[in-house]
């Protein structure tokens, strides 16, 4: 059973939470496929607050539908330390369109302020606790995807979509 985290949003009187979430998350058909991964508790609960949706790998200028890409022998912070690479399972690099679209998302977070992301679980971008292998045989390892592991490395808070309890303040 996955442990669960709790995602407060408990604004103070004249403070904006804004949070990041994975545009697929809330049906948007980015996913490489070019189908989503609509969760409708996140839809419910985000709907009338502070949310910006983001796709990392659109945003460092993927198409979609594209090939699906894991990251070779290593996590997100290897990624971004240039230590490994992610592949897609045609054989092509696509590194440099992950890391771009990473620092995207980094740079919308900050121009807008978002201080929490709600990412799509074993993304090899979006993938917070753990990730597939690189192998593409469905095994999975710890670590984070790129996006993920570079959210994390600048303060904001990232939750796994599959790993937290929402907490209502009303
Ligand atoms: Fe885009 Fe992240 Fe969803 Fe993948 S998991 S489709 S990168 S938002």
Request: glycine share 10%.
């Amino acid at each position: 059973m996955a442990r669960k985290l709790l995602l407060y949003y408990v604004p103070l009187e004249g403070v904006i939470i804004i949070i990041l979430i994975s545009a697929c998350l809330l049906g948007v058909n980015c996913k490489y496929n070019g189908k989503n991964n609509l969760n409708e508790e996140i839809v419910e609960y985000f709907k009338d607050k502070n949310i910006i949706p983001v796709c990392p790998e659109q945003l460092g200028g993927l198409s979609t539908p594209r090939f699906s890409s894991e990251i070779k022998n290593g996590d997100g912070q290897d990624v971004l330390e240039g230590t490994t690479k992610v592949m897609n399972n045609s054989g092509n690099d696509v590194t440099e369109q992950f890391i771009k679209g990473a620092y995207e998302t980094l740079r919308l977070a900050q121009t807008l302020g978002a201080t929490k992301a709600v990412l799509k679980a074993r993304s090899p971008s979006c993938g917070v606790g753990e990730i597939y292998n690189g192998n593409f045989n469905g095994t999975l390892i710890e670590g984070d995807g790129v996006t993920a592991a570079l959210l994390k490395s600048k303060g904001i808070e990232v939750y796994n979509d599959e790993d937290f309890l929402f907490y209502i303040y009303e």
